[in-house]
């Protein structure tokens, strides 16, 4: 297991003025850094709203390029101005390790900035096998570095919650092939002799249909939260089949009747470990705007200047306390370890990290943070695709209980179990990714299907070609693909051919009906 070490602040004056102070497990010194920043560098915006920083500046033609370049460049920066060279070189000389950063009362606004995001000799932390704990609100005296967390009583097995919520009227995420990855991934770690099974909510994913599930006696070791969220909220759905939008607190108190067993809240929701533009606007010193959400509005964030302090007055922030995002207030309010965005992902991502994170912690027992740093490096430097710059350093983990957290499944002690409710469609080839009404259509089925929608019913009408066999002209060429009747799949786009069929001629160009699938 890799060593976990103390990255505490000490002297903490604002978010350009603080020590850093690193020690190993027993408490010795390794290394120090003072931290003096310009507010009014360019670097420094970025640091303090990343995320309105490349929207800003990432010109549209390249943004994929332009991304990576703001991000790798301010990765740089927070490795040498942030953390400073003793700080990383002694990280590097002990990687693969994991850094719990302990901020005091105080500091709470450093648990809000990028921190993830730095480089060290040309290379992300991730890359290194370093991965950072962010421990707000912890005080000094109980800020040691906790042991191994083990399996909690009475459960002989791996419990799995996913809930996957997409309203009425929200974009369509990619919810459901996100969903098939997770229930395929432990089924098969269950499959392999382990103890692990998965329960899904997904449409209609309601306040009331989250607080039974969550009653159950047994309770849930893992609870992965995947759907539309804001700074601060998360998107649910009401009993009528619209948003229903929960705030950090309300979600934190709905959980809580989890709390005692679960371990791991997973937040797969843009923006999860994010805070509001105002709440940024106030960290900084500044006033409110008028409209958080005006790109203009979250751009001053890091771009206008402090005001100056009155005689006799300190020119620090206020130390108010600082605010909560989903992350850290279910952290500090369940005692479990969270791990969250810090910016906007995309779907791919999303169930890419999902996928690979769970195989590591549920079947190959790796620690959370090395789990992630892991996830990350493979997504990285070894996926067949590219991911977004940012979208690598959005993960953040949170909660004093994350530094050494494990949740492999236990060995399953008992003879497995053939019941159909478990086996479903065993032997069954697998789902496929296009379906009649897909994402977006089941979430406007589900809000019209709801108790208080005062909708009757629904019907689901396919593709008028799917039922009907091919047409003469559909006969493959080497730039075409063979057509298949297969119900519930939509053909493949073809072009017309150079003379029209007749109205009679039973073929897919004599569509009468508007619906599609």
């Known amino acids: 297991m890799p060593d976990v070490l103390r990255l505490e602040v000490r002297e903490f004056t604002d978010l350009t003025r603080w020590r850093w102070t690193l020690t190993d497990a027993a408490g010795a010194f390794l290394a120090d850094h003072e931290v003096r920043l310009d507010p009014q560098a360019e670097r420094f915006e970025a640091f303090t709203a990343l995320h309105d920083y490349v929207s800003w500046h990432a010109a549209p033609d390249k943004r994929a390029a332009e991304e990576a370049r703001i991000v790798t460049g301010l990765g740089d920066w927070i490795g040498s101005e942030v953390f400073g060279d003793a700080i990383g070189d002694a990280l590097v000389k002990r990687s693969p390790v994991t850094i719990q950063a302990i901020l005091p009362p105080g500091a709470e606004a450093l648990a809000y900035l990028p921190l993830e995001a730095a480089r060290v000799r040309g290379r992300s932390l991730a890359g290194h096998g370093i991965t950072l704990v962010i421990r707000p609100r912890a005080e000094h005296a109980s800020a040691a570095v906790p042991g191994p967390q083990h399996e909690p009583p009475p459960g002989d097995r791996l419990r799995v919650l996913g809930l996957f919520s997409l309203p009425e009227g929200g974009s369509a995420l990619n919810l459901r092939r996100e ?95 994010a805070l509001t533009a105002n709440e940024q606007r106030r960290l900084l010193g500044l006033p409110a705007g008028e409209d958080q959400n005006h790109p203009s509005t979250e751009r001053i964030v890091a771009t206008a200047p402090s005001p100056a302090p009155a005689p006799g007055q300190s020119s620090a922030p206020s130390r108010a306390p600082a605010p909560g995002t989903l992350a850290t207030e279910l952290a500090d309010r369940l005692g479990c370890a969270v791990l969250a965005m810090r910016f906007p992902v995309g779907d791919e991502f999303a169930i890419a990290l999902a996928g690979k994170l769970y195989d590591l912690l549920a079947r190959q027992g790796q620690p959370l943070p090395r789990a992630v740093a892991l996830a990350l490096s493979h997504l990285t430097y070894h996926a067949n695709r590219r991911y977004p710059a940012l979208s690598l350093v959005a993960p953040a983990i949170f909660g004093a209980t994350a530094a050494n ?78 057509s298949t009747a297969s119900s519930g799949s939509r053909p493949p786009t073809r072009a017309p051919p150079s003379t029209p069929p007749s109205p009679t001629s039973p073929s897919p160009w004599n569509a009468t009906s508007p619906a599609s699938g």
Not at 243 to 260: E, Q, V, W, Y
Not at 432 to 448: E, I, K
Request: charged fraction near 20%; proline fraction near 9%.
């Open 179 to 273: 969903r098939q990855s997770l229930v395929q991934l432990i089924r098969g770690i269950a499959a392999a002799g382990r103890a692990a099974d998965i329960r899904v909510l997904q449409y209609g994913v309601t306040r009331d249909r989250l607080r039974d599930v969550l009653e159950e006696a047994e309770g849930w070791d893992v609870i992965h939260v995947s759907g539309h969220g804001t700074p601060g909220e998360l998107v649910l759905e009401t009993e009528a089949g619209t948003p229903d939008l929960i705030s950090a607190g309300d979600l934190a108190d709905l959980l809580d009747t989890a709390r005692g067993r679960v371990r791991l809240v997973t937040l797969s929701a843009c923006s999860s470990a």
């Open 405 to 482: 957290l494990t949740l492999k499944a236990p060995e399953r002690t008992g003879p497995a179990s053939y019941a159909t409710g478990t086996l479903k469609m065993a032997g069954f080839p697998p789902q496929p990714d296009r379906f009649v009404g897909r994402t977006a259509v089941m979430a406007r089925s589900s809000a019209a299907l709801a108790a208080d929608s005062g909708v009757p019913g629904v019907l689901l009408q396919a593709c008028p070609a799917a039922a009907r066999p091919p047409a003469p002209w559909n006969s493959p060429t080497p730039t075409s693909t063979p």
